[in-house]
């Protein structure tokens, strides 16, 4: 049966059930099941090699699980360590490209939150880990989807620079979005629900590490 495409007069959700995803012969997690909806963030935590990268591609709809469904209503964008944005034009084109094609509205103010407006004449190439992922998420808010799904959205990012990526992801969820966040580091984030990875990891996998 072909899916049917997200209806934007609902608000938005995002569910999975009894997902599995692998990774070439091995199984990384699986039986994974959560419902969010408008207003839910969701923080992923687990040690290097859980597939928190994985469920985060799957979930954007990139790659096919091994077993289990994904369900969604609404638009979703996803944050991950390869910002969509041209390395050799000026961030500022770069991010404009963008903005046109989504239609978005003046985004300087989104830039002057994340800290780019001295940056917009720098080639993306040229830009450290920190700004590149500054970068997405002003590509990502200027899309005004309802879900984000934020791999490790503040790897990188200095101590002023966490605090101001936080706060616009609780931002965003207490205007009525959803955020699903993969990250190694804590989030202050108001009503955060958390999900171990490590917990849907199957006790062979769990073993052959050790």
């Known amino acids: 049966m072909q899916a049917q495409p997200p209806?934007?007069?609902?608000?938005?959700?995002?569910a999975a059930s009894n997902l599995a995803c692998r990774r070439g012969d091995r199984l990384l997690f699986r039986k994974l099941s959560f419902t969010l909806g408008e207003g839910d963030a969701l923080h992923i935590t687990g040690a290097n090699g859980t597939g928190k990268t994985t469920l985060m591609r799957a979930l954007a709809g990139f790659t096919t699980p091994f077993a289990?469904?994904?369900s969604r209503?609404?638009?979703?964008?996803?944050?991950?360590?390869r910002p969509a944005l041209?390395?050799?034009?000026?961030?500022?084109?770069?991010?404009?490209?963008?903005?046109?094609?989504?239609?978005?509205?003046?985004?300087?103010?989104?830039?002057?939150?994340?800290?780019?407006?001295?940056?917009?004449?720098?080639p993306v190439r040229y830009l450290s880990t920190g700004q590149r992922k500054r970068a997405g998420l002003a590509a990502l808010m200027g899309r005004s989807?309802?879900?984000w799904l934020l791999d490790e959205p503040l790897s990188?990012?200095?101590?002023?620079?966490?605090?101001?990526?936080?706060?616009?992801?609780?931002?965003?969820?207490?205007?009525?979005?959803?955020?699903?966040?993969?990250?190694h580091q804590r989030l202050e984030i108001e009503g955060l629900q958390t999900l171990e990875l490590g917990d849907y990891v199957p006790a062979r996998a769990v073993e052959e590490e050790e």
Request: negative net charge; glycine residues 18%; aromatic residues 4%.
């Open 68 to 70: 289990g469904e994904v």
């Open 73 to 81: 209503e609404g638009e979703l964008g996803l944050l991950d360590e």
């Open 145 to 147: 989807v309802p879900i």
């Open 86 to 122: 041209d390395p050799d034009l000026p961030l500022g084109k770069a991010l404009g490209f963008w903005n046109a094609v989504d239609g978005g509205g003046d985004p300087s103010q989104v830039y002057g939150k994340l800290g780019l407006s001295n940056l917009l004449e720098v």
């Open 156 to 183: 990188g990012l200095d101590t002023a620079a966490i605090e101001t990526v936080t706060r616009l992801i609780e931002g965003h969820v207490k205007g009525g979005g959803l955020a699903l966040i993969a990250s």
């Open 7 to 14: 209806n934007p007069s609902l608000a938005p959700s995002l």
